[in-house]
């Protein structure tokens, strides 16, 4: 993170207007060593957060961008097939608690903007992590960008550690011949700033 921040005080972060959609000079299969690398490239700006997030102009709706699966809800994330799983929603993860006491998740933040490209039909940036595989870093894992999906289910449910509600999200990939469609690009919403 911190070689990250400091290419971006450097002026070298690319595609740093944060949009909904493919993004420029990315494909799907690309592989990135570090979570930094997600946001040094524009595909995933949050250094923590698993849903990136952009609002509108007059700040009454908000949508995810993307969204990293990196494995921390491993009870939760379910993959259905090569091109559809379950993410489960943000926000009070057991593994990141500690001693807090759990509270139920809640349709605010990224959770409320998964539901709105649900509603709107707008795609997210699908990354996932992989442990393990060809060319990883030294901790033994990549992220790979997936593709774009598209939201098509919401629920809430009980976890069984924890007896509280979690919100959860079925994505589906899109054909591949709509992953590079400029229709996507949501023009008017706000940007990064540096200073």
């Not at 979690?166 to 054909?175: D, Q, T």
Request: glycine share 10%.
């Amino acid at each position: 993170m911190r070689l990250a921040k400091l290419v971006r005080c450097l002026g070298k972060w690319v595609n740093t207007a944060k949009q909904i959609g493919c993004v420029a000079g990315i494909e799907v299969g690309d592989g990135f060593h570090w979570r930094g690398e997600l946001c040094i490239v524009g595909l995933h700006s949050e250094f923590r957060k698993g849903i990136d997030c952009i609002t509108s102009l007059n700040g009454s709706k908000i949508w995810a961008t993307s969204i990293v699966d990196s494995g921390r809800y491993d009870s939760c994330t379910r993959k259905v097939s090569s091109d559809e799983f379950t993410y489960c929603g943000e926000g009070e993860n057991p593994s990141f608690c500690g001693f807090k006491k759990l509270k139920d998740q809640k349709l605010v933040g990224g959770n409320r903007a998964l539901m709105n490209n649900m509603i709107d039909r707008k795609p997210v940036r699908v990354i996932r992590r992989f442990d393990n595989i060809g060319n990883t870093n030294e901790s033994g894992y990549k992220f790979v960008y997936e593709g774009l999906y598209q939201v098509n289910h919401c629920w809430k449910e009980i976890r069984m550690d924890s007896g509280k509600y979690v919100y959860k999200f079925n994505l589906v990939k899109l054909e591949d011949h709509l992953q590079y469609e400029p229709q996507w690009k949501v023009n008017n919403v706000r940007t990064r700033r540096y200073h």
